[in-house]
């Protein structure tokens, strides 16, 4: 059974739908990328998809449970749903370990030192157990990455949301973080990762949904997309990059 | 009567001086942040609402509010001691201000931030109270140290509704000595000691809750 099944979503503001009727399915194990033009509604898919943004309509099935009908625990789901953002989001008025611990402590209500050795095994996993106690000003892009990807693993997480995990990152940075999640892959976490990079998809995806103007354009491996010369939308999109 | 005399007299007022700010800057800070943590949390015109009671409080002179309270409201049967008159008027317009340094340091947290704790399962109340408000109150510290500043400096109003304070003190001993220039600067020098008094007390807590590269971001 497909942890996550999307039936149909859609997503409109003031009658402009941004989501078109976007069916696709996760199952356990799997890592998926979602790829496609800016603007094309990936963001807001997976925000749909823990609930941060309301679904017009359409179903939303999270172990076989329809997550859009009223009276789901939006805050079960989302506890059971990592999330890793774009530009790290760290709470910079916290240490490293807090920051891993603090769902732990609050959500989960784990006494404070078994909160906190559990984050520090998830900061161990990332590499990052000697940086315990800085603040997330004194670490780099890919140190500040690996943090918030601890953070979404401390809470044992049935899927993982990547998004756009290595676009504010340089070149070295970059290299770094695909290593960390490939490595998150071949664990077998499931993973539904919204990217533009493309060395990222080649190195985590089973397969790619290629959303265009919000409907699922193709659904596919990367080689196989990449191999579609005849496709103008996908040809326009990987155009430029190996 | 020496230069020293002046001060030790004056000194019997600064007790209630202290007590007066420190009593209009609590309520101050209460009054603030419960403004700033309505306007966040509720709807719309709840917010609206509470921006003209801000609005019209800090259009009031103070000593008017003062007045108001403290001479006007025993005319519908409601005695005010003189105090609460100062924490009600003071305090209150004070309050009125700190609400939008506080607002505007809520603004300050970075909302991706916020997102990623809804995203964890954090509720609003559960985000605001673990991630906005710590952040709020490093980011609001110059903005409540001006705040108490100026609590201090307009505390020498008590003197109108009958707290000793030190300009009350002051005045009672220039009527007796006649030595207007030294009393006045004996009290500026006092006036200024309490704020540099404050000051330290507020750097110190600041420095206490530092957080290494948080205001440099």
């Known amino acids: 059974m497909a942890i996550l099944e999307v039936n149909n979503l859609v997503k409109s503001y003031g009658g402009k739908a941004i989501l078109d ?45 329809d997550v859009t009908r009223p009276g789901t625990d939006v805050r079960a789901l989302r506890s059971r749903i990592g999330f890793v953002f774009q530009n790290f989001a760290l709470y910079r008025h916290m240490s490293v370990l807090d920051n891993v611990a603090l769902s732990l402590r609050k959500l989960k209500k784990i006494p404070r030192r078994e909160a906190e050795e559990r984050a520090l095994h998830e900061l161990d996993r990332m590499e990052m157990a000697d940086k315990k106690d800085a603040y997330p000003a004194a670490l780099s892009g890919g140190q500040s990455q690996r943090v918030a990807i601890a953070r979404a693993l401390a809470m044992d997480p049935r899927v993982l949301f990547f998004d756009e995990p290595t676009s504010a990152l340089d070149p070295i940075m970059v290299r770094e973080v695909v290593t960390l999640i490939n490595r998150l892959y071949l664990d077998n976490v499931t993973i539904l990762c919204v990217t533009h990079d493309l060395s990222l998809a080649k190195h985590i995806s089973d397969r790619v949904v290629f959303l265009d103007r919000g409907k699922v354009h193709a659904e596919d491996n990367i080689e196989s997309l990449l191999a579609r010369d005849s496709d103008p939308v996908i040809d326009e999109f990987f155009c430029g990059d190996d | ?67 108001i309270v403290f001479f006007g409201l025993p005319g519908i049967g409601v005695d005010v001691p003189p105090l609460l008159a100062m924490m009600l008027s003071l305090g209150l317009i004070s309050g009125a ?20 704790a809804q995203s964890m399962g954090f509720t609003r109340f559960e985000t605001l109270r673990l991630i906005k408000l710590p952040q709020m109150t490093r980011f609001s510290v110059p903005g409540m140290v001006n705040e108490l500043t100026t609590v201090l400096k307009f505390s020498p109003f008590a003197y109108t509704v ?41 750097r110190l807590i600041e420095k206490r809750y530092a957080i290494p590269g948080f205001a440099q971001e």
């Open chain 2, 1 to 67: 009567m020496t230069f020293a005399d002046i001060l030790l007299t004056l000194l019997q007022g600064a007790g209630y001086t202290l007590l007066i700010t420190v009593c209009c800057y609590a309520t101050a800070l209460v009054v603030g942040l419960a403004i700033a943590i309505t306007r966040e949390m509720t709807r719309a015109w709840v917010s609206s609402l509470l921006s003209v009671f801000v609005y019209v409080l800090r259009g009031i002179p103070m000593l008017v509010l003062l007045f």
């Open chain 1, 21 to 65: 009727g976007v069916s696709f399915a996760l199952e356990e194990g799997e890592a998926k990328v979602i790829m496609g033009p800016s603007g094309c509604g990936k963001s807001t898919l997976l925000r749909c998809l823990n609930l941060l943004i309301e679904p017009t309509s359409g179903a939303i099935l999270f172990e076989g449970q």
């Open chain 2, 162 to 202: 009958g707290i000793p304070e030190i300009t009350k003190e002051a005045m009672a001993l220039v009527a007796t000595t006649m030595r207007g220039i030294e009393v006045y600067i004996a009290i500026g020098l006092l006036y200024f000691g309490i704020y540099r008094l404050l000051l330290v007390a507020v």
């Open chain 2, 97 to 116: 201000y700190l609400s939008e340094v506080f607002r505007s340091s809520l603004g300050a947290v970075n909302p991706n931030e916020v997102l990623a």
